[in-house]
């Protein structure tokens, strides 16, 4: 497939070398040697997003040969990966230049996400001040609408929220609710600590996932909650595969996939059970809103229903949420 590029378009200046890491030879997040190879993306439509990659870096196939993107899983602590990986600075040029990746970020009605997110709370007991961590929370608004709900229903008096996000917006304070943007999650003062910390839709984006998993559960308090959620596509590319079809995939914006055998297993592989307790681990609530796309919720509750009778075992549940307790 040919491609069109135009590097002057982008005035691209990473050098040809720097576009892409040495290809991992074991598991990039266990360290295990034990992967499965399962693909490759290399034909439409999973070159959509790819080749709006390659334009920014501003590379062509006559340029050089371009690496295959190979896909695995690990058969030790089941992620699933990409295989090789943008190097952080052809990322962030590909993040800075183009909205595709952006728009891969599944946008939840932040009211309705944050009264799912309630849910997991638990009786909690009331308190002066209810913290928020909200990684990757843009704007910061599913925070905004828990704290709201939290301060309504009389738990907390007041609401300090600490968004993690590359764009940051203006600090607000408001109405008992006051919000800080950070770009990077260390540059949250160390002794901060949370009650609850979001994770949602951003890890998969990530880089080195296993180091902020590990920071972000640091940030908690003692019984506070960890929520994340991550897309579970890779048995879909596979299933696709067999049928002779072609499944998108969304790379470079995603890089790892995330689904119930990962999360499942996750506090063993990170050594964190004498800590940490998975509170709830199941498939993601349904993205698409029953008032405004009736069909796609239906089919999406319909493709899932096998995950609600039969858990981590069934694979088309296109997306995985936990929740985890530091004990
Ligand atoms: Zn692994």
Redesign the pocket.
């Known amino acids: 497939m040919e491609i069109a590029l135009n590097k002057e378009k982008h005035g691209v200046v990473i050098p040809e070398e720097n576009y892409f890491e040495k290809a991992f030879e074991g ?1 990039p ?4 040697s034990s992967i499965k190879y399962i693909g490759n993306i290399h034909s439409s439509p999973d070159i959509n997003i790819y080749t709006d990659f390659l334009t920014i870096i501003g590379t062509t196939h006559s340029d050089r040969p371009l690496p295959d993107i190979k896909i695995y899983t ?1 058969n ?2 089941f ?1 699933g990966f990409f295989n090789p990986q943008p190097t952080e600075k052809s990322l962030k040029e590909f993040y800075a230049n183009d909205d595709k990746g952006e728009n891969t970020r599944k946008k939840i009605d932040p009211r309705r996400f944050a009264n799912h997110i309630l849910k997991y709370l638990g009786n909690l007991s009331p308190r002066e001040t209810f913290r928020i961590l909200d990684f990757g929370g843009g704007d910061g608004a599913v925070s905004q609408c828990l704290g709201q709900s939290l301060l309504s229903s009389g738990i907390a008096m007041k609401i300090d929220i600490s968004v993690v996000d590359y764009n940051t917006v203006p600090d607000r304070n408001e109405n008992s609710i006051s919000q800080c943007s950070y770009k990077t999650l260390d540059q949250i003062p160390l002794s901060d600590e949370f009650d609850i910390v979001i994770a949602s839709a951003i890890l998969e984006h990530l880089k080195n996932p296993r180091q902020t998993i590990s920071l972000l559960l640091q940030k908690m308090k003692k019984q506070g909650i960890f929520y994340a959620r991550t897309p579970y596509s890779f048995p879909f590319y596979k299933g696709f595969k067999r049928l002779g079809k072609t499944f998108g995939m969304p790379y470079p914006a995603h890089l790892f996939d995330m689904g119930s055998y990962f999360w499942s297993d996750l506090l063993k592989t990170m050594n964190l059970t004498a800590d940490y307790r998975m509170k709830e681990c199941h498939t993601s609530l349904v993205h698409a809103e029953f008032r405004e796309r009736p069909l796609l919720n239906i089919l999406s509750h319909f493709v899932k229903l096998p995950s609600y009778l039969v858990g981590k075992y069934y694979p088309f549940s296109g997306g995985w949420e936990v929740v985890i307790e530091q004990i």
């Open positions: 598991c997040f266990c360290g295990s690990c030790n602590c992620i």
